[in-house]
């Protein structure tokens, strides 16, 4: 660890200066000049022997002088060198006695950082398969944070329970070369992604990359460079896995991946939900020639992706999301081999699944000779693609079922439990509009992590998830939490509450149910600019009061938002959540003081 090394050059001590040790060399030489001295009487055959030893020492000083002078400057610079190393990394990680998120403030700049010196193989030393791991998801592909947003989510995380993430990059990774046409303009650089993983081990989170190698490729396939690699030619969803430049694009992504990811012990490489697989014209003719199924298309690619994997990254553990698999019989499972190279994911979202259910795709699982098993579950983004405030009832009860699955795990011995994803959806899909935004979940994931980590939700589970939230009382059923709130974006959390309540319904009421408005500034006065000054004054000030009020606090929640997201982000959530609200009424303070500007003029044609 950086701090280990940081720790060991700090301790140890410098080397006493050169320049001391030459002097005591000096001074023995001034002692024998002055007894040559007192001896000048001596024979001159005897003189000059001195006299020649006397140089050789005269030499041989000089040389002592030359060569302590070249190693004190050489320390010196070394020292300084090591002060500067030993000096940042103490700013990053702190005092060892920390643990709150407030005693654990980072300040160094992510430019700052330099990534540490790689060998040319890549490693995994840390043994996690006695740990549960209890990853939280942040799914990139819409909302994506600003990394100093992550600094204070990170501690966050870690107090609740959390003890690593989920990363779904999609087009957030700084992929280049080649690859550069996928990043996104607001994508993280290579030094955010280097900082993310030093704030991950530093609050003690495993950092998981998922890269999607099958389906929900949409960020890679709606680009013309690649649009021969689709399944279906109209559909950018799933790639086509009959052509050989799909698989030579995924090694170079998961290369790019994992050259930034040294230090993870996992992977994840999605492959679920591919839509339309076995309907292209390639995959037709290769079943109609090997009398095969869309099954087995499914495995031989995947059974490509892990030998990739297990070939360059030795020791590098795979996840995969599990729902492709429950259609496949054990037996071609077993054939594939696959089970030796990755662990299935189960995910289910409803609140109360059928456990039998799950039973089932266990037992498939531990039949078909995997190893391990992970389950994920759901603190946002699962309950409808609009959705903007999270149901806490509904994401409970699922974490809840969960646990009742996690309790008969015993029964599929071998197959051992290895941990649970905490999925927090952002899009459906890379086309759909945006769930609910991050901060405006953090309640209900500090529901789910609270409750997995002390295997259900007690008084007890209540009291530490509103000690930590900054609530003083939450109602599940409501999905509402009174009090101020002390978590990474309460303010905004808040915010979207009020927008949520009382937006719409406020401007609705003043629209429509204000008699002044409809009887004497109806759509067809305002087409032809036509209206009394002295009705419109009637509502014109309760109107002009409920615009300015509302526009007034817009603008905190944009200057909330653009702490938070990139622009992009900000103007997407505005434009779906506060514009189609905000702008009838906006267009009717438009007509409003055009019109009474007309003072009382015949309408126009």
Not at 244 to 262: F, G, I, W
Not at 322 to 330: C, F, P, Q
């Amino acid at each position: 660890m950086l701090r280990e090394r940081g720790c060991g050059l700090g301790s140890a001590r410098p080397p006493p200066h050169a320049p001391a040790r030459c002097g005591s060399v000096g001074s023995a030489w001034q002692r024998r000049r002055d007894g040559r001295a007192r001896r000048c009487a001596a024979p001159g055959a005897m003189a000059f022997q001195r006299s020649h030893k006397l140089n050789l020492l005269r030499i041989v000083v000089l040389l002592l002088v030359a060569l302590a002078g070249i190693k004190f400057l050489f320390r010196d610079s070394l020292t300084l060198q090591l002060h500067k190393h030993i000096s940042k990394d103490s700013t990053f990680w702190g005092d060892a006695g920390d643990s709150g998120p407030q005693s654990q403030a980072v300040e160094v700049h992510p430019a700052k950082i330099t990534a540490p010196r790689q060998g040319p193989k890549q490693q995994f030393p840390k043994d996690l398969s006695a740990t549960e791991m209890r990853l939280v998801h942040l799914d990139l592909k819409g909302a994506a944070p600003r990394v100093s947003y992550l600094e204070q989510l990170f501690p966050f995380l870690s107090r609740l329970g959390a003890n690593g993430i989920l990363i779904e990059y999609e087009d957030m990774f700084p992929f280049k070369g080649e690859l550069e046409v996928l990043k996104s303009p607001y994508a993280y650089s290579e030094e955010d992604i280097e900082w993310i993983q030093q704030l991950a081990e530093l609050h003690k989170l495993e950092v998981v990359p998922l890269v999607q190698t099958f389906g929900h490729v949409e960020f890679i396939l709606k680009h013309t460079k690649y649009q021969h690699l689709r399944e279906v030619e109209r559909f950018p969803n799933s790639f086509n896995p009959h052509v050989p430049d799909t698989l030579a694009l995924l090694k170079v992504m998961l290369s790019q991946v994992m050259e930034k990811h040294r230090r993870s012990s996992w992977i994840h490489i999605g492959a679920d939900e591919v839509f339309h697989l076995g309907e292209g014209k390639d995959s037709r003719n290769w079943m109609s020639r090997n009398k095969g199924d869309t099954g087995t298309i499914y495995l031989n690619h995947i059974k490509e992706v892990l030998d990739f994997i297990s070939t360059q990254y030795r020791g590098l553990r795979v996840l995969m999301w599990d729902d492709m698999l429950r259609k496949i019989s054990v037996g071609a499972l077993q054939e594939s081999g696959i089970a030796k190279h990755v662990s299935p994911v189960v995910w289910f979202y409803a609140p109360d699944f059928d456990a039998e259910q799950i039973g089932q795709f266990i037992t498939k699982y531990m039949e078909s000779g995997f190893e391990a098993v992970w389950f994920a579950s759901a603190f946002k983004g699962t309950t409808g693609p609009t959705q903007t405030w999270p149901p806490l009832s509904s994401h409970l009860k699922n974490q809840l079922s969960w646990l009742r699955v996690r309790e008969a795990m015993p029964r599929f011995a071998p197959l051992r439990f290895q941990g649970i994803v905490l999925t927090g959806w952002q899009r459906y899909d890379h086309y759909s509009v945006l769930c609910e935004l991050l901060p405006v979940g953090i309640p209900s994931l500090a529901i789910c992590l609270q409750t997995l980590v002390n295997g259900g939700f007690t008084e007890e589970t209540r009291r530490k998830v509103l000690e930590v939230l900054g609530f003083q009382s939450m109602q599940l059923e409501q999905s509402t939490c009174e009090g101020r709130g002390a978590f990474p974006g309460a303010e905004i959390y808040h915010m979207v509450e009020q927008l949520n309540r009382h937006l719409k319904e406020s401007i609705t009421k003043m629209l429509e149910e204000e008699s002044a408005i409809k009887g004497w500034f109806s759509p067809y006065h305002r087409k032809h600019q036509f209206g009394n000054p002295r009705n419109m004054e009637s509502f014109g000030s309760k109107v002009l009061k409920l615009h300015e009020d509302w526009e007034g606090f817009v603008r905190d929640l944009r200057a909330r938002l653009e702490s938070i997201y990139f622009p992009d982000t900000v103007e997407e959530w505005m434009e779906e959540n506060v514009n189609p609200h905000l702008d009838p009424l906006r267009d009717l303070v438009r007509d409003y003081r055009a019109i009474i500007r007309l003072n009382a003029q015949p309408k126009a044609p």
